[in-house]
């Protein structure tokens, strides 16, 4: 439970630091991304039940738009600031050093601006390609999902950083079997319980997204950063969207 408490104060922005059951020792933070799954399952109800509640009463373009901006709210933009520093420092960056250094920089460039648009645009898109049923089913899925598949990155990548230079000043711990039986669950149980065997194709889009990153990667800087976790995340989610839709389409032929 402190393992869940711990990734639920990380990732999210709710104060559930205040509470006594969710102070936790620092050492919990180490294991955080491998419950990371646990905390997909408070951000995609927070988001699910936005857009339903919104599109009770709103237009469905405004109800996804506010449904996008709960999770922002929820989790502080953490995994949006990632993103924006992983485009500005792999796409910035001549060297492996110079790579980090950008990452680590608080001020945004043009290449983090252009993937925040790019992304932003295309996960509306997809949204609102849903039917509001769909949206609410297929939210409630990806992200425990594909969290869980970016939760995997402590298995084949080093921590590029240290301790000390790490913007968090946590790095994580590697996933042991009896955790990974665990993120197993917590991350692909939405899907199994919501989604119909049809779209199980959709996986393959985030695991192929999840290769991708990590040769890049490991090309790259010779290993991943917090940014990296939360770039990967954004990157796989939206593909899996991306599949959804697809696979919706070829249905509809």
Request: with cysteine.
């Given at each position: 439970m402190k393992n869940i408490a711990a990734a639920l104060v990380f990732f999210t922005r709710l104060p559930f630091w205040r509470l006594r059951a969710f102070n936790v020792p620092a050492p919990y933070y180490k294991q955080v991304i491998n419950y990371w799954p646990v905390a997909g399952w408070l951000t995609a109800a927070v988001m699910a039940g936005v857009l339903w509640g919104a599109a009770?009463?709103?237009?469905?373009?405004?109800?996804?738009i506010l449904a996008i901006l709960s999770r922002l709210l929820v989790t502080g933009a953490l995994h949006e600031d990632g993103l924006a520093d992983f485009f500005d420092g792999f796409g910035g960056g001549n060297t492996r050093e110079r790579t980090l250094e950008i990452m680590k920089d608080s001020h945004i460039g043009t290449y983090g601006v252009v993937s925040l648009i790019f992304y932003f645009s295309l996960f509306y898109l997809l949204l609102s390609n849903l039917s509001l049923e769909m949206a609410c089913l297929v939210i409630l899925s990806a992200d425990p999902l594909c969290k869980f598949i970016a939760s995997l990155i402590t298995l084949f990548l080093p921590y590029a950083r240290n301790e000390e230079t790490s913007k968090s000043k946590v790095v994580y711990n590697k996933m042991s079997a009896k955790m990974g039986i665990i993120s197993i669950i917590f991350g692909f149980l939405p899907f199994i319980l919501l989604l119909k065997i049809d779209f199980l194709p959709a996986i393959i889009f985030p695991i192929f997204v999840f290769a991708g990153l990590i040769l890049?990667?490991?090309?790259?800087?010779?290993?991943?950063?917090?940014?990296?976790?939360?770039?990967?995340?954004l990157m796989c989610e939206l593909s899996f969207y991306l599949g959804i839709v697809i696979i919706l389409n070829c249905l509809a032929v």
């Open positions: 009770q009463i709103l237009p469905y373009s405004i109800a996804v890049l990667m490991k090309k790259k800087i010779g290993g991943y950063t917090g940014d990296c976790c939360g770039a990967t995340f």
